[in-house]
């Protein structure tokens, strides 16, 4: 975990890493009644959701910026950028009620604020109800098409915020879509710390702006 974050440029302190092995520590303990992840060696958990989480920290601002996990699921990417950027004021959006309640009572065990679950999927959401102001940034790990997570999450992010996804190889063929909408995107091709695997994250301008942006 710490050669892992030193390889991302995140040197942790001693309470971050502490919250990391609390983390795994009560992830592996409901996952055996609740299956909140097919993961279950250390090492793995680490590097596919720990770290792979981390890496939408390369696309984000500094600063205090307040994001929405969309799909979060067992946490991620919420929580292990939490732990890294404490400043960030985080929504867990994810509708199923074991997840939330794992969400929930794995904030408390580490002792997170600024951070909350929204137990609803994000079409029921509505600003100034759930969520209590836009959102500047909307991420979300795989579980959207591009064209699905832009139509679903646009009510909830500011007109100039922007939106992040995790995507594999095919990254480039499914921002096609996004040539004809006139918006602006790029794309970082980053390594996954201790695999040969490749990441594509995918950072979305605001919806309708001009010009193209595609990096390597």
């Known amino acids: 975990m710490i050669d892992g974050l030193i390889e991302l440029g995140f040197p942790p302190s001693d309470d971050q890493i502490n919250s990391f092995l609390t983390y795994i520590s009560e992830l592996k303990k409901w996952n055996k009644v609740y299956n909140l992840t097919g993961l279950k060696e250390d090492k793995d958990i680490i590097s596919k959701h720990f770290l792979d989480s981390l890496l939408y920290l390369k696309a984000m601002p500094d600063g205090e910026i307040r994001v929405a996990d969309i799909g979060s699921g067992a946490g991620f990417p919420g929580i292990p950028?939490?732990?890294i950027r404490p400043e960030i004021e985080m929504?867990?959006?994810e509708p199923s009620r074991k997840k939330s309640a794992f969400l929930r009572?794995?904030?408390s065990q580490i002792?997170?604020?600024?951070?909350?679950v929204i137990e609803k999927g994000i079409e029921q959401i509505k600003v100034n109800k759930e969520l209590p102001e836009l959102v500047d940034i909307a991420v979300t790990r795989a579980l959207f098409s591009i064209k699905d997570f832009l139509k679903k999450a646009s009510h909830i992010v500011r007109r100039d915020g922007i939106f992040i996804l995790n995507k594999g190889p095919k990254a480039h063929e499914e921002t096609k879509m996004l040539r004809d909408m006139d918006t602006k995107f790029e794309i970082l091709k980053l390594a996954l710390p201790f695999s040969e695997?490749?990441?594509?994250?995918?950072?979305?301008?605001?919806?309708?702006?001009?010009?193209?942006i595609i990096s390597e």
């Not at 002792?111 to 909350?116: C, F, K």
């Open 81 to 83: 950028i939490k732990i």
């Open 111 to 116: 002792g997170l604020s600024g951070i909350e």
């Open 197 to 212: 695997i490749e990441r594509f994250i995918v950072v979305i301008g605001p919806p309708k702006l001009s010009g193209l």
């Open 91 to 93: 929504y867990l959006v």
């Open 105 to 107: 009572h794995i904030i």
